[in-house]
């Protein structure tokens, strides 16, 4: 086998060890004393010496009743249920917060008119049917 040209180059050794390396000094905040901790704060005690007044509950918003009826007659199949979620989506965003089911209320929307569409298709479909 003939001997590698000499342009190529070879693999230097691995040195054997490493040269040792000096310690770094520790940061000056690191060796600082900290402060020791006043707790609690002598303006935060003289504060706390007078009760916290009773936290007053509030008041849940009420659920919207003709939303939940939207939601009974959208689960019946009814296309009502289109009429009655807009109405009651419309008194939920004039409540100020004071009544919820806003969600419902459109769920019922979206049903209301998929089962009108599909109320409509049918009667189409039956109409051609008995051919009238």
Same mark, same amino acid.
């Given at each position: 086998?003939?001997? $590698?040209? &000499? +342009?190529?180059?070879?693999? /230097?050794?691995?040195? *054997?060890? +490493?040269? &040792?390396? $000096? /310690?770094?000094?520790?940061?000056? +905040?690191? *060796? &600082?004393?900290?402060?020791?901790?006043?707790?609690? $704060? %002598?303006t935060v005690?003289?504060? *706390?010496d007078t $009760?916290?007044?009773?936290?007053?509950? *509030? /008041?849940?918003?009420?659920?919207n009743a003709?939303?939940?009826?939207?939601?009974?007659?959208?689960? #019946?199949?009814?296309?009502?249920?289109? #009429?009655?979620?807009?109405?009651? %989506?419309?008194?939920?965003?004039?409540?100020?917060?004071?009544?919820?089911?806003?969600?419902?209320?459109?769920?019922? @929307?979206?049903? !209301?008119?998929?089962?009108?569409?599909?109320? &409509?298709?049918? !009667?189409?479909? @039956? +109409?051609?049917? #008995? !051919? #009238?």
């Amino acid at each position: 086998m003939p001997a $590698p040209p &000499a +342009w190529t180059a070879q693999p /230097e050794p691995a040195p *054997t060890a +490493w040269p &040792a390396q $000096p /310690e770094p000094a520790p940061p000056a +905040w690191a *060796t &600082a004393a900290a402060p020791a901790p006043d707790f609690p $704060p %002598a303006t935060v005690a003289a504060a *706390t010496d007078t $009760p916290a007044p009773a936290l007053v509950p *509030t /008041e849940r918003p009420r659920l919207n009743a003709l939303a939940v009826a939207a939601l009974i007659l959208a689960v #019946l199949l009814s296309p009502l249920a289109a #009429l009655f979620g807009h109405i009651a %989506a419309a008194q939920i965003a004039r409540s100020n917060g004071r009544e919820r089911g806003a969600v419902i209320a459109w769920i019922s @929307v979206g049903l !209301g008119y998929l089962w009108l569409v599909s109320g &409509a298709v049918l !009667g189409y479909v @039956v +109409w051609q049917l #008995l !051919g #009238l």
